[in-house]
């Protein structure tokens, strides 16, 4: 099983990301994961930023970026985003790919830096 997150990078305060987390080699179809965010910043623990259901696809955000960021599933391309608007220096952090079966399993990618810096 692997997730692959792309997307990362420096970008300026007010600007925008978009991440990209591709799945393969899951056991089930992708469409039956929970897919999720996370974000870890130096000295902190890693806490979810977003979150997107298999079933229905409803959604999840953290307060702090509620309004800025989206998250959106293709489940042909096995793909998740999270789409990043109005960045804030705060949101400075290794982003985290979460996916989660039905039975519980739970899986992680690399992760991908996100400075945001003027």
């Known amino acids: 099983v692997q997730l692959v997150e792309s997307g990362g990078g420096l970008e300026q305060p007010g600007g925008s990301l978009r991440l990209s987390c591709v799945a393969s080699?899951?056991?089930?179809?992708?469409?039956?994961?929970?897919m999720s965010w996370y974000r870890q910043a130096p000295g902190k623990e890693r806490e979810l930023v977003a979150a997107i259901s298999r079933v229905g696809g409803s959604t999840t955000y953290a307060d702090s970026v509620k309004g800025r960021f989206t998250i959106s599933r293709d489940n042909a391309k096995n793909t998740v985003y999270l789409q990043m608007n109005s960045l804030k220096p705060e949101d400075t952090a290794v982003y985290y790919c979460?996916?989660?079966?039905?039975?519980?399993?739970?899986?992680w990618g690399q992760g991908t830096q996100v400075t945001v810096s003027s």
């Open positions: 080699g899951f056991a089930f179809r992708y469409s039956t994961y929970d």
């Open positions: 979460n996916a989660v079966s039905f039975i519980a399993r739970t899986y």
